[in-house]
């Protein structure tokens, strides 16, 4: 294992590192300069806090699906990016059962010391005991928001997998540019790299997809319980490819390229996209609305229950009808019920449901009907927009993105008229549904009522809709805040992002950040110099 000097050597030399990190980023990147740097500020920010120790280095990409969102924990199919904005961590291994770490931006990341060394009797069980232990939880888990807890996350699961006297502590520093709860897995990729690194440093040989799914399950310790598919990305990507790919089981079932002449750019709303509070309150909403249409369907159309697992199963091809057929589905659909009736609407379903969500302020209403048609027709979208980037269809792929944000946003802006931000209307009444039947329009085209973006990114996703070489646009990740991707030709990218930033600026009054992102290969490990 290499030294930190031997590691500063080879990236002083810009030869030796551009050959190391061309693997990772393709022959024709052109910011090899820029991770050279960061990594030598990592390196010696290392010797300086512990000195000239032998020690590997981690890249962990962040993450973007191009298609399939708010699906991927329904079993809906992703489409599924690493990026060229990272975590890089630097490691050593201990001789104890302590994990120190340092941050490049010791401001907002202060110092860490983690001392696990008495957690035997208390981690050694069931992982699902093991976090919802209240008082474990009360004891060991710091504020939301507190990078510790992704740390504590890895090493308590790798723990618990393997028992505390195999796996030795670490002295960690960290560098990321990975914007922070944005929409692009941050969180994920510091806990994936830090699960690597200590698995690494332990001699631990863990398969790819299991270390999907400890990675992910060692995310719930932080109080998140998401799908895969931010670890799916991290830990599997290649370079220039999208991985177009199932969860349940983990599959990747195609392999396609990135179009060649095309670029994605990340607008990035500086609000905080965090999933607490009124914010959570309203992720939760979404999804015990998926929870409770799925059952309804199934009560009602008996003849397709058999069928049905996830509410990704919920598509023509499954059920062997026609599209119009899925929509009429949506009819016997109430648009909402009162949370109140639950109980009396679902049973003893109810009882199952209502120990799984916990509300910070209990919702009057759950919409039922817009977002069961937005989950529907999503993960249509998502098989779509496979179909039309392998066969170099740009066009029909960017219009699914539009289509698909329409069920997202909150607000519409009119460019020609440039008028102020009105209110969205995603409501999907009887009148409308049956216009869509009448019309035979396939579930793919249909929005439906998500409703988690934000005022800012419908913006400029209504701005980009009449810019040259713009293809598609829509929100990126869960929403709330964090980002948007827009999906761009490429000869006209830098026109676009000038353009983009100077109305945001002089609409809303404050810096516009447009990243341009291109696809990386996932989690690397550097541990030998060749």
């Not at 290499?2 to 590192?17: C, E, G, Y």
């Not at 990147?29 to 512990?50: A, G």
């Amino acid at each position: 294992m290499p030294s930190v000097d031997d590691w500063i050597a080879l990236f002083t030399n810009s030869f030796q590192s551009k050959k190391l990190l061309k693997a990772d980023y393709g022959v024709d990147y052109h910011n090899f300069e820029t991770k050279q740097k960061s990594i030598l500020e990592l390196l010696n920010l290392h010797k300086k806090k512990f000195g000239n120790e032998d020690i590997i280095i981690i890249r962990a990409p962040g993450r973007i699906n191009l298609m399939g969102r708010h699906v991927d924990h329904q079993n809906g199919l992703v489409n599924l990016i690493a990026i060229d904005k990272e975590i890089f961590i630097t490691a050593s291994i201990r001789k104890d059962f302590r994990l120190v770490a340092h941050n490049v931006d010791n401001v907002n990341f202060p110092e860490i010391k983690i001392d696990l060394s008495n957690l035997a009797s208390e981690i050694c069980t069931n992982w699902l005991d093991v976090i919802n232990n209240a008082e474990f939880i009360q004891k060991h888990r710091s504020l939301k928001g507190k990078w510790d807890n992704y740390l504590k996350a890895a090493y308590l699961r790798l723990i618990n997998l393997y028992a505390l006297d195999q796996i030795y502590g670490a002295n960690i520093c960290v560098l990321g540019n990975l914007l922070i709860a944005a929409g692009l897995s941050s969180s994920s990729a510091l806990t994936v790299g830090i699960f690597k690194a200590l698995s690494a440093l332990n001699k631990l040989k863990i398969k790819e997809e299991e270390m999907i799914n400890r990675c992910a399950e060692a995310e719930w310790f932080v109080g998140t319980r998401g799908g895969s598919a931010d670890q799916v990305a991290i830990i599997l990507a290649k370079k220039n490819r999208i991985a177009h790919s199932r969860l349940f089981p983990i599959e990747i079932l195609d392999w396609i390229a990135f179009p060649k002449n095309c670029e994605l750019l990340i607008f990035n709303s500086q609000v905080i996209a965090d999933k607490s509070g009124a914010k959570k309150d309203i992720f939760n909403e979404r999804i015990l609305a998926y929870d409770i249409g799925f059952y309804l369907i199934k009560k009602k159309f008996p003849q397709f229950s058999s069928k049905l697992i996830y509410l990704g199963d919920i598509n023509p091809e499954n059920l062997n009808i026609y599209s119009s057929d899925l929509i009429k589905i949506l009819l016997d659909l109430p648009d909402y019920v009162e949370f109140n009736d639950l109980p009396s609407i679902l049973g003893s379903k109810w009882d199952e449901l209502n120990r799984k969500y916990n509300f910070n302020v209990t919702p009057q209403i759950i919409h039922i009907r817009k977002v069961i048609a937005y989950g529907i027709s999503e993960c249509e979208r998502s098989k779509m927009f496979y179909q039309f980037i392998k066969k170099g269809d740009v066009i029909s792929a960017g219009k699914l993105m539009n289509i698909s944000h329409n069920g997202d946003r909150v607000v519409k802006y009119n460019y020609k008229k440039k008028s102020k931000l009105n209110r969205y209307n995603n409501e999907t009444d009887d009148n409308k549904i049956k216009a869509y039947i009448e019309s035979d329009m396939s579930i793919d085209q249909i929005s439906g009522g998500y409703g988690c973006s934000i005022p800012e990114i419908d913006f400029i996703i209504d701005i980009s809709h009449n810019l040259e070489g713009v293809l598609g646009a829509q929100l990126s990740g869960a929403g709330m805040g964090g980002c948007a991707m827009i999906f761009v030709e490429r000869e006209y990218s830098e026109k676009i992002k000038n353009i983009l930033c100077k109305m945001y600026e002089n609409e809303f009054n404050k810096p516009c950040l447009i990243h341009k992102c291109r696809p990386v290969k996932g989690i690397s490990i550097y541990n030998h110099i060749e």
